[in-house]
């Protein structure tokens, strides 16, 4: 079921694009269609988990606004990416050692941003929303699920992976290059709670903690832009 719920969000994106496309076009379309895709950095700012910044990718497709007589520009689009991120576990109660368990998640976005001109079109401020879509987080190595999360006497590795999933993100970065290609760092933040979904689950064993989730997405992205 939620596969097919990604797939119809990933066709209502580029319904989104495409016609937006459309009601745009009697403006002057800088650079055209651009596609990009690069490396991303993930993590959930907590202070329940004693988490790792993860490694991932993204890829993704824009069309930029040229609006000449302003200063900036704007852009909309839409792109995915598949990130890692690593939480703090322990075989038992009796191992006083950690070990990092490894997540995957998936996200797609749709943004809208605008490009302050710093230096014309080759160097530009990026800033503004995002509406997200993300997957539950995947453990990788099956064989942890009954693994303790650290902090916690009963909260295991796959207790945790019912996390909200959808998300509306603020987005900053830079873009730098020419015509043709164009070099983008972005940071992006999550404004909604993303652990929010495990605190209405009464099923989780919480001894030893009454505190209530709370965390906060913090993903890099690295990536490089091909315009058309």
Known sequence: MKRIQLSLLVA?????????????KNYDIKNGFGLFGGVTQFDIITDNFETTKGDGWIGGMSATVDLPHKWYNASYGMQLSENTIGISGRTSNLDLSAKELEYKIFTAQIAFLWHAKLAGSYLTLDFGPMLQYNSDLELKDDQQENFLITNYNALTANDITDISNFNVNGAIGLTAGFS??????????????TLNALNSNNDLDLLGSDKKFKGNQSMLAFSVMITF
Not at 180 to 193: D, R, S, T, V
């Open 12 to 24: 209502l994106m580029l319904c989104f694009v495409t016609k937006s496309f459309a009601q745009h």
């Open 180 to 193: 043709i290609i164009k070099f983008k760092a972005q940071y992006i933040y999550g404004f909604l709670n």
